[in-house]
């Protein structure tokens, strides 16, 4: 029997959070040459990006029951070949609505892919070790954003105002990669369990060198049977409460502190400070930079400090910082620190958010739920996350450029929903760090008895 040790297997699951980064931020060097060629305003240029995000909110709706009848191996197998055809697809688009057709199917995939791979991760990690391993995935995430500012970057110098195909095309390149070592992963032992497939569970633990293959199948086995004994095959019942609204909490308050739409926009968000275009997509590059950067600090705190800790002092950061970008442009003074205030403002942001909210979103979320019903909260968190994702999206450049919004009060927003999510983390969020899946069911029923 092949053994395969749990970091590379996660390592490979994680690429699947490589697609869904280097999407979100490809689309940023792309907006001022799509607005140019469909000769777009600004609510159709924003349309036209979050097309792809509402395609993902339906991704989140369908996946549930796939990835439980057919296993999380055979999905991201499934969902990682139909992407490349799908990007593909939006590179060779001949007009607006063939564009947005491929954008909406390349989101559908990636809200699958999100529900999926965070939550694979999550069913072969070792307890001590889960929020390291579940943090790859966004650590791909992170360190796809960084290349695709980068990429994107040269990609303009090299074929401008036609390099916007060329940078959705490079998608398809880590779309293939994921695709072929998908194959050399074993499935999920707790789905197995979950399909009364206890003997290949067995195998696969073995195969990942867990330290006690058989204790870990029998407590997985009594799980389950305990749940199903509760009737928690169902995700909306009395005893998942306390989880789904963390759930909802969580996703939400990752979309209010304003992240993807700053992400997308950055270049748009500098050109406002007083940017060249060429400027402002090289300032983006440090953005990603640090965004890097603090994911790989957080790969180091998450199991040690523990997730509320992180979320915390994540909140007092960003509060900070989105006040700072707010007061920038409520005065229009874009001079302080030399004038590069809106930069600095904007790295110490993103800094504090990659290692608290950024971190800790999908590692939580894919902690909390019972094992028959995570594909069902997974699947609920991503959902809210990219409803409010598209929202944000689709509304940033429309209010930001609105004489009596802009920038100021839209950053001071987001600064006011960080200062709400840091008394979330503090009085509602219990600690799951070092704690195995199981276990983590019995601290949420402790803490929702110490809330009624």
């Known amino acids: 029997m092949k053994k395969q040790n749990v970091i590379a297997v996660a390592l490979i699951i994680a690429l699947g959070g490589f697609l869904f980064g280097y999407d979100i931020a490809m689309m940023s060097g792309t907006t001022a040459q799509l607005e140019k060629v469909f000769n777009l305003n600004n609510f159709w240029l924003g349309f036209t990006v979050a097309v792809a995000i509402i395609g993902t909110i339906i991704g ?34 001949l007009n607006w609505e063939m564009l947005l057709f491929f954008r909406f199917s390349t989101g559908v995939l990636l809200g699958c892919i999100t529900v999926v791979t965070p939550m694979f991760i999550a069913e072969i990690s070792p307890a001590k070790r889960r929020g390291q391993l579940v943090l790859l995935n966004q650590f791909f995430v992170v ?3 960084f290349l695709a500012f980068v990429v994107n970057y040269f990609l303009l110098k090299m074929f401008g105002d036609t390099s916007w195909r060329w940078m959705i095309g ?21 789905w197995l369990i979950n399909q009364n497939r206890d003997d290949e569970a067995l195998v696969v633990f073995e195969r990942i060198k867990a330290e006690n293959p058989e204790k870990e199948v029998t407590i997985v086995k009594a799980s ?76 180091f705190l998450i199991d040690k400090y523990g997730r509320r800790t992180l979320l915390m002092i994540g909140s007092v950061g960003m509060v900070f910082f989105l006040g700072m970008l707010s007061k920038s442009f409520f005065t229009g003074n874009f001079s302080e620190l ?32 019972p094992n028959k019903v995570r594909s069902k909260g997974q699947a609920l968190g ?70 009624q």
Do not use: C
């Not at 999380?72 to 939006?90: D, N, P, Q, Y």
């Not at 209010?399 to 999510?421: C, D, E, R, T, Y």
């Not at 219990?430 to 276990?439: A, D, F, M, R, V």
């Open 382 to 451: 991503s959902f809210t996350h990219w409803i409010f994702a598209a929202a944000l999206i689709w509304g940033f450049p429309v209010f930001a450029k609105m004489p009596n919004i802009g920038g100021g009060p839209s950053f001071a927003f987001f600064a006011v929903m960080m200062l709400l999510h840091f008394f979330f983390a503090w009085r509602i969020l219990p600690e799951t760090k070092g704690k195995s899946l199981e276990e983590i069911q019995a601290v949420l029923i402790e803490k929702r008895e110490s809330l």
């Open 143 to 145: 360190t796809a954003i």
């Open 224 to 299: 389950v049977e305990k749940e199903m004994y509760l009737a928690h095959g169902k995700l909306f019942v009395k005893e998942n409460r306390l989880p789904v609204m963390i759930a909802i909490l969580m996703a939400a308050f990752n979309q209010l502190a304003g992240i993807n739409a700053i992400m997308i926009y950055a270049p748009r968000v500098f050109e406002m400070a007083g940017f060249g275009i060429n400027s402002a997509l090289l300032q983006s590059v440090s953005i990603g930079a640090t965004n890097l950067l603090f994911t790989i600090l957080a790969i």
């Open 338 to 369: 030399d004038g590069y205030g809106v930069m600095v403002y904007l790295m110490g942001f993103i800094a504090f958010f990659a290692f608290s909210q950024g971190a800790v979103l999908w590692v939580v979320i894919s902690e909390i739920f």
């Open 60 to 93: 989140t709706l369908i996946i549930g029951k796939p990835v439980e009848k057919f296993g999380r191996r055979k999905s991201l197998i499934v969902l990682s070949g139909l992407f490349i055809l799908s990007t593909i697809g939006s590179t060779n688009a």
């Open 170 to 190: 490079v998608e398809s390149i880590p779309a293939a990669i994921f695709f072929g070592l998908l194959f050399s992963v074993p499935e999920s032992p707790r």
